[in-house]
């Protein structure tokens, strides 16, 4: 069983800042990737951020890359998105999730197994 704890949304200024945090908790092997995904209303959820646990290995969706940094803490279990220059654009509930081994693709939304339960992150204009 895993768990995953999102934290850090809430309310910013268009070009503001936000960082956030997603707390695992798992007790069997480790997971091959955390990503962090973001779903706006009406709109399907699309990849934002992935990291490899081990590795540190980092992929970024086009629409945020230069803005975004995804990082993660081992000895913490946990895995940040810093979000720099915020757009109204970027409004949407982020998501993060794991993937175990076998890896498959780290922008793929159908190759994570498990979900935190989201945390929504506003951008004014």
């Known amino acids: 069983q895993v768990q995953l704890v999102e934290s850090g949304g809430g309310l910013v200024q268009a070009g503001g800042s936000l960082r956030l945090s997603c707390a695992a908790s798992?007790?069997?092997?480790?997971?091959?990737?955390l990503g962090w995904f973001r779903q706006a209303p009406g709109k399907e959820r699309e990849f934002v951020a992935a990291v490899t646990w081990s590795g540190g290995y980092t992929y970024y969706a086009d629409s945020v890359k230069g803005r975004f940094t995804i990082s993660r803490d081992n000895a913490k279990n946990t895995v940040y998105l810093q979000m720099d220059s915020l757009k109204p654009e970027d409004t949407a509930d982020y998501y993060c999730?794991?993937?175990?081994?076998?890896?498959?693709?780290?922008?793929?939304?159908?190759?994570?197994?498990?979900w935190g339960q989201g945390t929504q992150v506003t951008v004014s204009s």
């Open positions: 798992s007790r069997a092997r480790s997971p091959y990737y």
């Open positions: 999730a794991a993937q175990f081994p076998p890896p498959y693709l780290p922008t793929d939304t159908k190759a994570y197994n498990y």
